[in-house]
């Protein structure tokens, strides 16, 4: 479905991501994980168009996306979950929810989406008025995926969505990827965390800096002797 | 002073606030949008005053058309510069100062532009409706009244637009988060570039409805520009109400202070309400204090 090969990226003369390729099957959940400033983050801008690549390929659903625009990414089938959600924070929830839905394509669509998205985060309807930057971190990140899921992708990239959330609601987080995903929706997601990013995932990848160290099937990779020597601190 | 002397200067005062209005709402929305401080903001107030002139004095075309016809040429002419110098910029790092001086660089271009194509003669342009208003004492031409109703009008139709349309939801996207906003299947080149042309047209519209009462030269906009400035610190920075509500409380004042004082004291009145507000309330009167 997403098949990034031999990408590079560079910010002016400091390259971030050397020769990375990485996968993802239709309906798969796939976590890259990697300590800070592993380049984790720039893939996923890079995969989305918000970050200009240098050289390589990204093909999405066999189309070549390389030069994409970022604002056409939802009208072909993806869309990106920001880190530290970034809802537009003077909006109300309707509105932010609304404008995942801001793609042509989408627009037909809207109502059933949002009946979908409501029934997955009742939370959207309790709290539609409520102006977005008032809420919890992890009540905004709910807002955040739904809005994501707005456009009706068929690979929702999120890009650290566990990042300063309490430990419950990381686990309603988890919960609903684990549904969402249920419904066909392939996920690409990068985390720093080994449990939460190979424990949650069918495949991951271990990044270092900029580099694709190890893939393989999410169970595997927890159990990995590198892994463990390294994150999880075990000898 | 008589009570009804002082209701004209307050009334004289909304006329002419409702023009700062249009100025500073105009700024207001490109630097809440884009974050640019448009410096060049006064030329296409200028470049609206010619073209009014031109078609309206000189061609003798109905205002009903003139207006609307200038208020465009002029709105293109921004999106066209805007799209050839200040989208480029902005793609690149470090942009914030190099739009500046890059809005300064078009403000000379176009000053000096209009300086060689029509001259440095001050040209005046007909009312474009002659009489005068009369209640009990108070008085006020027509031609006042129709520029604090076309104001008023258009003010509150870019507001309309960009509380209750796609367009306005896509606008108000852009201006708090633009990466958010191209991830929502925004365009938001396409955007700052409406925008920006929205805003010139708004500082355009300003000088069709006040080059009966001033003269329409090259250098017309400079005075408009640095009232738009004090209206938009005034407001709340990037705000598009703080600016409207801004820009009508400026006129009034000035307005009310020069019948106190005399015609001279116009600009220390308003420069001293600037002072006053950067002291007191550096986010403005209508803004919030940074979250």
């Known amino acids: 479905m997403l098949e990034v090969s031999g990408l590079n990226v560079k910010y002016g003369d400091a390259q971030v991501l050397w020769d990375m390729s990485i996968k993802v099957g239709a309906g798969e959940v796939v976590a890259v994980m990697g300590p800070n400033g592993s380049g984790k983050s720039t893939l996923l801008k890079a995969i989305c ?45 309707m509105e932010n929810v609304m404008l995942g839905a801001y793609a042509k394509h989408a627009r037909d669509k809207t109502k059933e989406r949002l009946a979908w998205v409501e029934e997955l985060f009742p939370i959207i309807r309790e709290r539609r008025d409520q102006i977005a930057s008032r809420m919890s971190g992890g009540e905004q990140q709910m807002v955040a995926i739904a809005r994501g899921l707005m456009s009706g992708p068929r690979l929702l990239l999120m890009d650290e969505p566990f990042l300063g959330l309490s430990p419950k609601m990381v686990s309603a987080i988890v919960t609903l990827v684990q549904a969402i995903n249920k419904r066909g929706i392939a996920v690409l997601f990068n985390e720093q965390n080994v449990q939460l990013s190979f424990g949650n995932a069918h495949r991951g990848y271990l990044l270092e800096s900029g580099r694709v160290v190890l893939e393989g099937a999410g ?17 | 002073m008589p009570i009804s002397l002082l ?62 016809i200038a208020v465009l040429a002029a709105a293109a002419i921004a999106a ?116 920006f042309a ?35 610190v005034l407001g709340g920075l990037g705000s598009f109400k703080g600016a409207i509500l801004g820009g009508i409380l400026l006129g009034v004042i000035e307005a009310v202070g020069m019948s106190m004082t005399s015609a001279e004291w116009r600009d220390v009145i308003s420069y001293s309400v600037l002072i006053a507000v950067i002291w007191l309330r550096p986010w403005g009167l209508f803004g919030v204090k940074e979250r």
């Open chain 2, 80 to 195: 066209g510069i805007q799209r050839s110098t200040l989208a480029i910029l902005q793609r690149r790092d470090g942009w914030l100062f190099a739009t500046i001086a890059a809005t300064l660089g078009i403000s000379i271009i176009l000053q000096n532009v209009a300086l060689l194509l029509w001259g440095e003669r001050f040209q005046s342009v007909p009312y474009y409706i002659e009489g005068t208003l009369a209640v009990g004492d108070i008085r006020m031409a027509y031609q006042r009244l129709l520029i604090l109703a076309v104001a008023l009008c258009s003010l509150a139709l870019v507001g309309l637009v960009l509380r209750y349309t796609r367009f306005g939801l896509a606008v108000r996207a852009t201006a708090q988060d633009q990466e958010a906003a191209k991830v929502m299947g925004i365009s938001t080149e396409r955007i700052n570039t409406a925008t």
């Open chain 1, 219 to 235: 169970l595997e990779m927890l159990q990995n002797e590198t892994v463990k020597r390294v994150y999880l601190g075990s000898h």
């Open chain 1, 49 to 93: 168009g918000l970050v200009a690549i240098h050289s390589g390929q990204i093909k999405f659903e066999g189309k070549d996306i390389s030069s994409m625009p970022a604002h056409n990414m939802t009208s072909i089938g993806m869309s990106l979950v920001l880190e530290r959600r970034r809802l537009f924070p003077s909006m109300t929830v």
């Open chain 2, 198 to 232: 929205m805003g010139a047209g708004l500082a355009a519209l300003a000088a069709t409805m006040l080059a009966p009462l001033i003269a329409v030269n090259p250098w017309m906009g400079l005075p408009l520009l640095l009232k738009a400035f004090v209206v938009v």
């Open chain 2, 7 to 68: 209701f004209e200067q307050i009334l004289n005062g909304i006329v002419l606030g409702s023009m700062y209005a249009l100025m500073g709402g105009g700024l207001a929305l490109i630097y809440g949008t884009m974050r640019i401080l448009n410096f060049a903001h006064g030329e296409f107030f200028m470049l609206g005053g010619f073209f009014v002139f031109f078609l309206f004095a000189g061609a003798h075309i109905t205002p009903f058309l003139a207006v609307p």
